[in-house]
């Protein structure tokens, strides 16, 4: 079955860009009408949603990030990746990357993630 | 953009039946989905969409949506069902998700 595992530095110093991947095993990113997830969770809250990006790279992004955040895919290497430009210490969180599919029921849509990576803690400090 | 809500917190005795619920104006338009998180764990699907349970994932657990409300509901709460639960959905007005702030679910 498809799992998803992210990896990066786990400390990002403040006004520095934090890029973290994360790679599909077990099946090809490029196959079977997903989207591409990346949420976030600050220490002791909620999920938040970053963004996420489809294979062909069209990407939709958090409005509260976007003026710092680039998700990008490599199809060749069956990863998608995370870059978050000039962080501060609002950005430590653990980050997770998981997919979902458009999906359709009686009419109407739905965005199930049904498969996450185990997350990974970024720290930002000097 | 369209927000979701949910009761930051919920209490049930074991055994009994409990609802979780997620209001917000996309739920009008789209089903959530919920998931469920553990300390230390990534969050897991429960429910998705008008009622789908992903295999592996208790009977106990249903979903169901009227008007701007989805709500999860656990028949016969266990000691392992506690944890947070969050409701997601696509934004009414564009292509985004977002979560609802989750519920903490305590089992006495």
């Known amino acids: 079955q498809v799992q998803l595992q992210e990896s990066g530095p786990g400390l990002v110093k403040p006004s520095q860009t934090l890029s973290l991947t994360c790679t599909v095993s077990?099946?090809?990113?490029?196959?079977?009408?997903?989207?591409w997830n990346w949420i976030r969770q600050h220490p002791g809250k909620g999920l938040e949603w970053i963004g996420y990006?489809?294979?062909?790279?069209?990407?939709y992004y958090n409005p509260s990030l976007k003026s710092r955040l680039s998700i990008s895919v490599d199809t060749s290497k069956n990863h998608f990746s995370l870059k978050l430009s000039s962080v501060t210490a609002a950005d430590t969180a653990v980050y997770y990357c998981?997919?979902?599919?458009?999906?359709?029921?009686?009419?109407?849509?739905?965005?199930?993630?049904?498969?996450w990576g185990q997350g990974t803690t970024v720290t930002v400090s000097s | 953009s369209s927000e979701l809500t949910q009761d930051p917190a919920v209490s049930v005795a074991l055994g009994q039946t409990v609802r979780i619920t997620c209001q917000g104006d996309?739920?009008?338009?789209?089903?959530a989905s919920w998931y469920q998180q553990k300390p230390g764990q990534a969050p897991v699907l429960v429910i998705s969409?008008?009622?789908n349970r992903p295999s592996g994932i208790p009977d106990r657990f249903s979903g169901s949506s009227s008007g701007n409300t989805a709500s999860l509901t656990i028949t016969g709460a266990q000691a392992e069902d506690e944890a947070d639960y969050y409701c997601?959905?696509?934004?009414?007005?564009?292509?985004?998700?977002?979560f609802g702030g989750g519920t903490k679910l305590t089992v006495l």
């Open positions: 969409g008008k009622n």
């Open positions: 077990g099946g090809s990113i490029s196959s079977g009408g997903y989207y």
């Open positions: 998981a997919r979902f599919k458009q999906q359709l029921q009686d009419t109407r849509y739905y965005y199930a993630m049904d498969v």
């Open positions: 996309s739920l009008r338009n789209y089903y």
């Open positions: 990006i489809y294979h062909s790279g069209s990407t």
């Open positions: 997601n959905c696509r934004d009414n007005s564009d292509n985004h998700l977002v």
